[in-house]
């Protein structure tokens, strides 16, 4: 499972895609890179992880008019049971205000 995260638009979770291993989800999003920027992809701890998802999708929840991939809405809750999955979750990557 992976979400992206536009860090170009204040850091709204824009779409999900589902994979068999992050590894395929780096292949795809590496052959489809965004139109509008640059993609850069990081490995980070999963509990970090987890809370920067959260963060995200909390502030597209609540933007309105935000665009979101077609598969967003249907793939929401498992994102964020597997978010919630993750060991030693932290929530410490907040919504900005």
């Given at each position: 499972m992976g979400v992206y995260i536009d860090n170009n638009l204040g850091v709204l979770a824009n779409d999900i895609l589902l994979a068999d291993s992050i590894e395929d989800v780096?292949?795809?999003m590496r052959d489809h890179p965004p139109d509008?920027?640059?993609l850069s992809l990081e490995p980070i701890a999963p509990g970090v992880a987890a809370?920067?998802?959260h963060a995200a999708m909390?502030?597209?929840d609540t933007t309105f008019g935000v665009g979101v991939g077609d598969d967003y809405a249907r793939l929401r809750a498992?994102?964020?049971l597997r978010a919630d999955?993750?060991?030693a979750?932290?929530?410490s990557a907040?919504?900005?205000r």
């Open positions: 780096e292949r795809v509008d920027g640059e809370g920067k998802i909390e502030l597209t498992v994102a964020l999955e993750a060991p979750t932290s929530r907040s919504v900005p």
